[in-house]
């Protein structure tokens, strides 16, 4: 069932999601070649734990049972893995990218928020890869301005990767948030069957979503790795993936995880 939020409680949750916009300036001026994701994942760990925050990633339970819960609180994806990575030891180089997914729960609300950021110079592909998919994000949030159904959206975002020469991923999709990291609705990047019938949902005021293209260059199919997280291309060729928590509020939707606004700095120390 969708809980609305109200616009009281869309106030808090966009401090939760400015703290999340923080962690990710942090991360992106610490990305270099040589740099490992495991410090990177260190200091964003730091940064919630100072703002009194609970990162919503750390010890995730793994959704096959007996299976280790998630070991950290970013999930690092580099170059052919699209989402769910684990930051480790090994130095990032020159041409990788790397997608970085992280969310904190801040005075009970949650903010969630992904970018794929470019170590050094990358392939003109590789690039068109990450234009396509952190347009096709920008495009669902003007979408969401006009649009009456989730379903008119994803069907804008799937035929614009199409027309890139690239693929949706379908196996994984953007999620209601709110007191919780998942919450109803599902939103996928793609007209899904259910979201043709009963999966569908209304854009209207109170709705909460994190919005959340994964775009790969070949293929739209994955595998998940020996460690029980990480999910990679099946063809092994590059993937991106870009979300922000977005709410839909009487003025229209508003990012909760983009920068903040003049007069919103004073929430980024309270």
């Known amino acids: 069932m969708i809980t609305l939020k109200s616009e009281r409680e869309i106030r808090l949750m966009r401090r939760a999601g400015l703290a999340v916009w923080k962690a990710h300036q942090i991360a992106g001026a610490m990305i270099r070649p040589g740099i490992t994701t495991r410090a990177i994942d260190a200091a964003v760990h730091e940064y919630f734990l100072s703002r009194g925050g609970t990162p919503l990633f750390l010890d995730y339970p793994?959704?096959?049972e007996g299976k280790a819960p998630f070991p950290a609180v970013t999930c690092m994806s580099r170059n052919e893995a699209v989402v769910h990575g684990i930051p480790d030891d090994k130095p990032l180089v020159e041409g990788d990218i790397l997608s970085l997914d992280t969310g904190v729960k801040l005075g009970g609300w949650c903010g969630d928020a992904a970018y794929t950021y470019k170590v050094g110079e990358v392939a003109p592909d590789v690039q068109r890869l990450l234009d396509c998919t952190s347009t096709v994000l920008d495009m669902a949030f003007?979408?969401?301005k006009t649009?009456?159904?989730?379903s008119q959206v994803a069907r804008e975002m799937a035929r614009y990767v199409k027309e890139q020469g690239f693929s949706s991923v379908e196996?994984?999709?953007g999620h209601?948030?709110?007191r919780n990291?998942?919450?109803d609705p599902q939103a996928p990047n793609f007209v899904s069957r259910s979201l043709r019938g009963r999966g569908d949902f209304r854009i209207e005021p109170g709705l909460v979503i994190a919005v959340e293209p994964m775009v790969n260059m070949g293929t739209k199919e994955?595998?998940?790795l020996s460690d029980d997280w990480t999910q990679v291309t099946r063809d092994g060729k590059p993937s991106a993936h870009f979300e922000h928590t977005i709410a839909v509020t009487r003025d229209g939707p508003q990012r909760l995880t983009a920068a903040p606004a003049e007069d919103e700095l004073e929430l980024l120390e309270d």
């Not at 649009?147 to 989730?150: L, N, Q």
């Open 147 to 150: 649009k009456t159904r989730w």
């Open 181 to 183: 990291l998942h919450e």
């Open 142 to 144: 003007e979408l969401m």
């Open 171 to 173: 196996c994984f999709v």
């Open 222 to 224: 994955v595998k998940l």
């Open 176 to 178: 209601g948030i709110g």
């Open 62 to 64: 793994n959704a096959e």
